[in-house]
């Protein structure tokens, strides 16, 4: 998997593709307008943050890549690589339930905090990605 060296880029299935865990220092993109929203990407080796109309979308530790991310009608779809294991929080529905799949496989439900937020951690190594969906039950 390749990173996103525009940091934030839209693709033709109207998904956001963003991240480059290999810069080694913070780099960011204000103002990407897509779907009528704007966004904000910061990104570099160890961390990689995405915005939403100023609000928390996602958030990675260490850096990542992040393709096709979409996120409507209580769900949240997207494929990640970073060079080693990764967590990612989603800002979600406060106090609610999530079906957690990677890969397509079931890795469990998981319940958002009262802020909404989702924490996961997925088991990653160079060259490779994995697809994640987080569905609310």
Same mark, same amino acid.
């Given at each position: 998997m390749a990173v996103v060296k525009e940091l934030l880029r839209a693709e033709s299935d109207g998904t956001l593709s963003f991240g480059d865990y290999t810069l080694d220092a913070k780099t960011k993109l204000d103002g990407f307008e897509f779907q009528g929203d704007i966004y904000k990407v910061? %990104?570099?080796a160890e961390i990689t943050k995405? +915005?939403?109309?100023?609000?928390?979308?996602?958030? *990675?530790? !260490?850096? %990542?890549?992040?393709?096709?991310?979409?996120? +409507?009608?209580?769900?949240?779809?997207?494929?990640? *690589?970073? !060079?080693?294991?990764?967590?990612?929080?989603?800002?979600? +529905?406060?106090?609610?339930?999530?079906?957690?799949?990677?890969?397509?496989?079931?890795?469990?439900?998981m319940k958002t905090n009262l802020s909404g937020k989702l924490s996961v951690s997925a088991e990653l190594e160079e060259g490779k990605s994995i697809r994640i969906r987080i569905v609310e039950k």
């Open positions: 910061k %990104t570099f995405l +915005e939403k109309n100023g609000m928390f979308v996602y958030e *990675s530790v !260490p850096g %990542t890549a992040v393709e096709n991310f979409k996120a +409507e009608g209580g769900e949240v779809s997207f494929k990640v *690589s970073a !060079p080693r294991d990764v967590q990612f929080t989603l800002e979600l +529905e406060a106090d609610s339930e999530y079906v957690v799949y990677m890969d397509d496989v079931n890795v469990g439900d």
